[in-house]
């Protein structure tokens, strides 16, 4: 599976029932202000139009990869095509027409390997979840740019050189994908979180119950990943305080039911872990009346991510 067609930039593009949004997203691909670079869509299986709509837009490859994880379906795409940078963009996702060219000009710097730029501020339409969780997500912590030790890949555009040398996305884990990678290539390089420009990122979940489901599955890898990672232990705090969460929850319900001072040690855990993770992301002053809702999702996620740990 090759090209013989050599541009600068590979954009890879995973897809998999995104027919709500791919239109947008190619359209916006298309229209990028970067002179040299060629498209790539890898389907994993969809059952709605995606196929059909992909296949109409010209000068756009689509590729077929069933089955297997996010990971595979992304390294399945990089060698379609040699090049000298890849840019991965999820199905959902609208970036501004000089994503491409400010990814390649910061780049440029030897030390830097990787650049991912910031989800855009959701509008006024969305739901409190998708406001809330906009504040409390990984990029909302950063109040510049700055270099970080991983990026989420929902955007990334990086040297194909660093993205080969680590021997690509690791295709054995479910999610948490991109923190692994960002692992393996720091102990090499930089990589820069860029808030030059924003990327719209459309197919976000929307309510308490998908958040949950979502946070659940993400959990999945995150004991696996932190075992893979052998110098280090980043990611540690993200599976012992969500497992202490949880453990500590059942725990005390149980002797609650003997003495209700453990009741009250009850509440004091339920509130007090999630209040610490929501406090550390507020950033404004004018954020303090979402702390109620920051609150809710913080729980939520600490019991889902925690959850996950003691299924594995």
Not at 149 to 157: K, M, P, T
Request: charged share 20%; glycine share 6%.
């Amino acid at each position: 599976m090759s090209s013989s067609l050599r541009n600068d930039i590979l954009v890879v593009i995973p897809a998999k029932n995104e027919s709500k949004y791919i239109t947008s997203c190619l359209e916006a691909v298309q229209f990028q202000d970067y002179p040299s670079f060629e498209i790539v869509v890898v389907d994993n299986g969809s059952t709605d139009t995606t196929m059909n709509i992909v296949a109409g837009f010209p000068g756009v490859t689509l590729l077929e990869k069933e089955g297997g994880t996010i990971s595979s379906v992304r390294n399945f795409g990089s060698k379609y095509a040699s090049s000298e940078y890849i840019a991965f963009l999820d199905g959902d996702c609208v970036p501004p027409a000089s994503w491409l060219q400010t990814g390649v000009e910061l780049l440029q710097d030897e030390r830097i390997s990787s650049v991912g730029f910031p989800a855009s501020s959701p509008d006024s339409a969305e739901s409190w979840v998708v406001t809330t969780w906009h504040m409390m997500s990984s990029s909302a912590k950063h109040e510049t740019s700055c270099y970080v030790d991983w990026l989420s890949s929902f955007n990334l555009i990086m040297k194909r050189v660093a993205f080969e040398e680590v021997g690509g996305f690791d295709e054995s884990l479910e999610t948490c994908e991109d923190f692994d990678l960002g692992m393996k290539l720091s102990k090499h390089s930089r990589l820069l979180f860029n808030d030059t420009l924003t990327v719209q990122h459309l197919g976000v979940v929307s309510s308490l119950q998908e958040f949950f489901r979502k946070e659940l599955w993400r959990g999945k890898s995150n004991l696996q990943q932190l075992k893979r990672n052998k110098e280090g232990m980043k990611g540690i705090i993200g599976v012992i305080v969500p497992f202490f969460y949880v453990i500590s929850i059942l725990f005390l319900c149980i002797l609650s039911f003997w003495s209700p001072k453990f009741f009250l040690l009850l509440l004091v855990v339920l509130i007090s872990l999630p209040f610490a993770f929501a406090c550390r992301r507020l950033k404004e002053m004018e954020q303090v009346r979402f702390l109620p809702k920051m609150l809710l999702l913080a729980s939520v996620y600490l019991f889902a991510r925690g959850l996950a740990v003691i299924w594995k």
